[in-house]
């Protein structure tokens, strides 16, 4: 513990420049030792500069945690934070040593730590200022800056790491160049010792060496020159189309001039109202969002104050709206419908001019889109596109090749359907009669078999040659006999399939149109009670509307009739000849019984106080009456304990001892 000691002292004298000893630092008091803590903190950037004494305690305890924070400081392991905390803003001097001793052992970590916690930061925005679009732009882009931040530090951090072994490297490397360009010099000035003019040509080769730099520099410049003036004449052909508004005839002069007019009236509005107008509504933002970083951390009770001058702001508002209607006539007003189309025409340009604005928005992306679309194009196929007749030739290639696809693809379409309907067929043939599926088995076993025999044929060449005339005959006389012996036995089964082939084509018709209806009538009822939904939805929002106004009215109507209904008594009262007591002469009488009993309670109250001593004096005087008479009669009931006498008269007791 003493070496720690020792460790802090030392470098609190290094850093903050202080002069403290043993003895010294260990007679800081609780503030002191916070005061020493918040004064590292502050040189090592982590925070700003506190005083303990003089600060606000809450202001001290938010900014000392926060600056412990910043700086990734974690308690002791064992401890609960609640704790820690707790005796870290008492000015503990154990725990307070504890986070010197690690704030000074790691301090470049530390100073690296408050460096990046200061452009890391994220403020603290309230969820209801959040939700501005523009507020929300600001924490992207704050964001983004935060993420490139961090890559520069990191590239910076690498470089300072790679740095001394890199500069290291060079510098052996530019040894070894100089010690290989000197013993070149030697070389070239002992071969140019015999050379006669070598000044002359000394000079020629410098006067060569310039021109060569200059004539790069010139074909630099030409190709810019070459470039922008390709840019330019782009740019010229880019005007000229807008223009003559993308079409391949130029415009008139008149058609021209309007449309720049209009574009001119147009940015003129943004320009004079537009703008002003959200340059106006952004910066009272900024205003009150300085005001609000510039106030401290609010309390409970400035927000409760706050919240009751907003009550009062807007009852005030709700009284001068009434007393505005109330004395206003709304049929001596004729200038209402001038100030109600006034007010639709602005509104109309207003969402006219973010029409506008949305839309030169949306050109903007489209453009890039397309630039971004031309460089992949120009990256995939090079410099060279394709324009005119070439073009138009591709297309046709590509048309007539993708006319051939989908062709091939709806006969291969056929194919399946066709293939699925003859499997459909063979199953329910096979469900109807069992032996149409053994035939097909042995007309699948003979065409294996004749194939077997193709095979064999094939193989046997040169046996089949040496074979005489008439055992090839009986050999063709057989084939052509199980050749007419399968055709029989497939010739009732094609008969079968051929009307049911039929039939099945002319459900699939019939399917086909049925299904076109149901598409056709599906699509209409669907178009139909879209807007009866709609329809429906308004009405129904409308009904609710006009239930919630309905209660409200009543509302109000049932108040007033209980108010009239008080007004009226108040007023058959005024009038009767024994008048009766009204609700006010009521009232002012209670506030008058109750003040008479509040008085009457705080002349009691002032007399008992008054009494208070004597009451207490004469309790005193009982008591010590009360323990006297204990003391007698416990003597009383003990003669054994001593020996004597006891007289009792009617006033009085006396007791002898002997």
């Known amino acids: 513990m003493t070496d720690q000691i020792k460790f802090i002292v030392k470098e609190l004298n290094t850093n903050l420049g202080r002069n403290y000893d043993l003895i010294k630092f260990d007679a800081l008091d609780e503030k002191q030792l916070l005061q020493v803590l918040v ?99 600001l924490l992207d882009l704050y964001q983004n800056l935060i993420d490139e931040f961090k890559d520069v530090h990191k590239r910076t951090r690498i470089l300072q790491k790679e740095n001394a072994s890199e500069i290291i490297n060079d510098i052996k490397e530019m040894a070894v160049e100089r010690d290989i360009v000197i013993k070149r010099l030697e070389n070239v000035q002992i071969h140019l010792v015999d050379v006669r003019d070598k000044e002359d040509l000394l000079n020629s080769s410098k006067l060569l060496r310039i021109q060569q730099e200059r004539e790069k520099e010139l074909e630099s410049q030409y190709n810019m020159q070459q470039s922008q003036l390709k840019t330019a004449s782009e740019q010229l052909k880019r005007y000229l189309n807008v223009i003559h508004g993308q079409s391949a005839t130029p415009k008139t002069v008149s058609d021209v001039i309007k449309h720049l007019q209009e574009e001119i009236q147009l940015n003129s509005y943004l320009m004079k109202e537009k703008l002003p107008q959200e340059m106006g509504s952004l910066q009272k933002e900024l205003n ?88 992949q194009v120009k990256q995939l196929l090079g410099d060279i596109v394709l324009r005119g007749e070439e073009l138009k030739k591709y297309v046709n290639t590509l048309r007539t090749k993708s006319t051939l696809y989908k062709r091939q693809r709806a006969n291969l379409s056929t194919f399946k359907v066709e293939t699925g309907v003859l ?29 077997d025999i193709v095979e064999r044929a094939q193989d046997k060449n040169a046996d089949f040659a040496k074979k005489s005339l008439h055992d090839l005959s009986q050999l063709v006389a057989q084939t052509a006999q199980k050749l007419s012996q399968v055709r029989q036995e497939i010739q009732p089964l094609a008969d079968k399939v051929k009307p049911i082939k039929q039939e099945f084509q002319e459900v699939q018709q019939q399917y086909e149109q049925k299904k076109r209806v149901y598409e056709a009538t ?33 509302q109000k109507i049932t108040k007033a009739e209980s108010l009239q209904e008080v007004v009226m008594f108040e007023m058959k009262n005024s009038m009767q000849s024994p008048r009766k007591p009204s609700k006010m002469e009521e009232l002012k ?64 007791q006396m007791l002898t001892l002997t």
């Open 39 to 137: 004064d590292l903190l502050v040189n090592f950037n982590a925070g700003e500069k506190l005083n303990i004494r003089e600060d606000d305690p809450e202001t001290v305890t938010l900014q000392l945690l926060e600056m412990l924070g910043s700086v990734k400081y974690r308690p002791p392991p064992g401890v609960e934070p609640t704790l820690f905390r707790s005796q870290l803003l008492a000015g503990d001097s154990r725990t307070i040593h504890h986070v010197l001793h690690w704030l000074l052992s790691n301090k470049e970590q530390v100073k690296n730590t408050a460096y990046l916690a200061k452009y890391l930061k994220i403020p603290d925005i309230p969820a209801d200022v959040i939700r501005n679009n523009t507020i929300q732009d």
């Open 288 to 375: 009150i969002m300085q005001a609000i970083a510039s106030e401290q951390h609010p309390a409970r009770s400035d927000v409760i104050t706050v919240q009751d001058k907003i009550a009062a702001v807007n009852s005030e508002i709700e009284q001068l709206v009434q007393r505005r209607l109330a004395a206003s006539d709304p049929q001596e007003d004729k200038l209402a419908p001038f100030r109600q189309q006034a007010t639709v025409i602005r509104r109309n340009k207003e969402a006219s001019a973010a029409r506008v604005h949305e839309l030169t928005a949306t050109l903007k992306e489209h453009e890039a889109t397309l630039a971004d679309l031309r460089s």
């Open 423 to 451: 499997t459909r067929t063979l199953h329910i043939l096979n469900t109807n009669d069992p032996t149409i599926e053994m035939a097909l088995v042995n007309h699948k076993k003979m065409k294996i078999d004749d194939d």
């Open 522 to 554: 599906s699509i209409n009822i669907s178009s139909q009670m879209e807007p009866l939904k709609n329809q429906v939805n308004d009405l129904t929002d409308q009904l609710n509307n006009k239930e919630d106004e309905w209660k409200n009215l009543r």
């Open 589 to 652: 009488k209670r506030v008058a019984d109750v003040e008479e009993i509040v008085k009457n309670l705080e002349e009691e109250q002032r007399t008992i106080s008054s009494r208070q001593g004597a009451v207490e004096e004469q309790t005193r005087l009982w008591q010590n009456m009360l323990q006297l008479l204990r003391c007698k009669l416990k003597t009383r009931d003990e003669p054994a304990a001593r020996q004597g006498r006891m007289h009792i008269t009617q006033q009085t």
